[in-house]
């Protein structure tokens, strides 16, 4: 039982009154006839997604950041942030350079910080965020279409690579290093890239899980929603490779070890969405227009009759090979 | 430094476009020309808000509980809820009561379970609520005005004499047992109760810190909202023991243990309120229409010039003595 069977077998029922409940990156409620809340909840625990003796600011940033995260793939305006905090101590120069790097990050996105709780106990952060779209705007897991182009934000695999740095299962050079950790500790929330995508992308996902993980959660949603099995996608290497190239480097030559950074490797907190070919040049414009890198990785192919998990081939050259649905499980 | 020194020097920040941030038992935000959106967050941890062997179906009615204590003090209507969760494995007989706890509460309430994070670690609980008031009509901490009666709901002190009972230091009969343990592991949420006092009561609080502590924070809230220092208050503990003894019982024969449940012991979850004198029969007669009992239990009084804590004297008989704001602190 991994935590999505846990999730849909204990924690789902099905919404009364609220336009989108459980299953995407937030929940859409009907606040006002014009715009829909968008809200979400993350939760962060020491050992887990961060180290003990990681730098305080970078925790308060990641803590928000990922959950700005959740906002972002829905193509939301974050608003409110809100921070439930256990701490085993109420250290004065932990708690100030925390609520610093939350404090500068919620103000470079204007977003009010209007509550929470504070409680003792083992570290543990539990941010939940507000914001907004106008109603039928949202970017949803369950869009995607056979054909769709499927686009990635940035370089995958850099976070990932931070953290093999981090255990030594890599040596990276200065300015490689560098990349990978500002990556792995501060991700930056693709807000500006999200809402810019309305009305163009099909599907969105933001990459927490590892990029192959998150695509078969937008396979999966969008099968379902079209009343049968997962779709089914191809995604290229070599787009991906370019990605981290540009992003600097030199990365390992280690190749078994990349590849399951840019393909398996969460953290990353890049946008993951899919949008009709004839949209090739609006996506394609949004670098300009946000200044985000974006690479098209792949297509969206039809659904395989009885698949249980979305089937999705690795185009590497001109070899096809079939890839697990692969991706970071906290329970299993 | 205690965790409101702690939220007020380290999670504070002026919002900037929320109608009210951090300070009140829930945020409000104007999402619509009618309505405001309240929201507010509560953490339980293991071994602090809960022992370790405590009924998973308890935990889950309480972490929902004590979150629709926060919007019933605001006088809100819930509509939502979100469920952060880190857990040190996936214990399915653990999951399926606890789960069902949390969801039987939701459907009384009408609340939908809209999602939430689902992670790894110390047992770690963090609900998210969501309700709905008319714009304007949310009952705040800072309204209590000189001359205002202050009432509370049920029988304050019943979770701490259940908590005295676990810890061996009392034994209650039978029937005094399951009331106090009743309240302390399965606390109803004063919903419609905080509905009705729309309009009716000048402040409200629920009380979880403990009766004096957050009659001080009202005081405090109000003194401020007038830009004065703290108001203060008198308390009278024969409505008090009124309540109590309407309870159930009998209760311990120990003065000091019962003294301190009722004025200091938290994990009550009724709601304490203020109204003008004139509003004496209509909050009378709210008994009869939500069925829960209510206490005029002392009157608001000016401020006194300089003080940093909010004078509260407590009557007994013809006694009339200081005591001080006491209440549950996480640290210091």
């Known amino acids: 039982m991994d935590e999505f069977d846990l999730i849909g077998r204990y924690f789902t029922r099905p919404p009364r009154h609220t336009a989108l409940g459980v299953g995407d990156d937030a929940a859409l409620i009907d606040t006002s006839p014009g715009f829909q809340t968008v809200v979400a909840t993350d939760m962060l625990v020491e050992g887990v997604h961060f180290f003990a003796d990681a730098d305080p600011r970078g925790i308060g940033h990641k803590s928000l950041a990922v959950n700005l995260s959740d906002l972002a793939a829905m193509g939301a305006l974050p608003r409110q942030a809100l921070l439930g905090i256990a701490l085993p101590a109420a250290d004065a120069d932990w708690l100030a350079a925390f609520s610093g790097g939350f404090a500068a990050l919620a103000a470079r996105h204007d977003v009010d910080w209007v509550g929470g709780d504070t409680t003792r106990g083992p570290l543990n952060l539990c941010v939940t965020v507000l914001g907004a779209v106008p109603r039928g705007a949202a970017l949803l897991r369950s869009g995607a279409r056979p054909g769709d182009e499927i686009w990635v934000s940035g370089a995958p695999g850099l976070a990932a690579l931070g953290l093999a740095q981090m255990r030594g299962d890599c040596t990276l050079g200065g300015a490689a290093r560098a990349a990978a950790l500002k990556r792995l500790h501060t991700p930056e929330p693709r807000v500006g890239l999200g809402i810019a995508l309305r009305g163009i992308a099909s599907a969105c996902i933001d990459v927490s899980d590892g990029l192959l993980a ?119």
């Not at 399951?260 to 670098?287: I, K, M, Q, S």
């Not at 697990?324 to 499980?329: D, E, F, I, K, S």
């Open 214 to 332: 998150d695509l078969g959660h937008v396979l999966r949603a969008s099968g379902t929603a079209a009343g049968g099995s997962p779709l089914a996608a191809e995604v290229d290497w070599a787009p991906l490779a370019a990605a981290l190239a540009a992003a600097g480097g030199p990365w390992p030559d280690d190749a078994a070890l990349l590849r399951n950074a840019v393909l398996a490797g969460g953290d990353d907190y890049e946008l993951l969405f899919t949008a009709p070919p004839p949209r090739h040049a609006a996506v394609a414009g949004l670098v300009a227009q946000t200044g985000v890198p974006l690479s098209c990785i792949g297509r969206v192919d039809h659904a395989v009759p009885d698949a249980s998990a979305p089937p999705i081939h690795l185009i590497e050259g001109d070899r096809r090979t079939p890839v697990a649905n692969l991706g970071y499980r906290h329970f299993g």
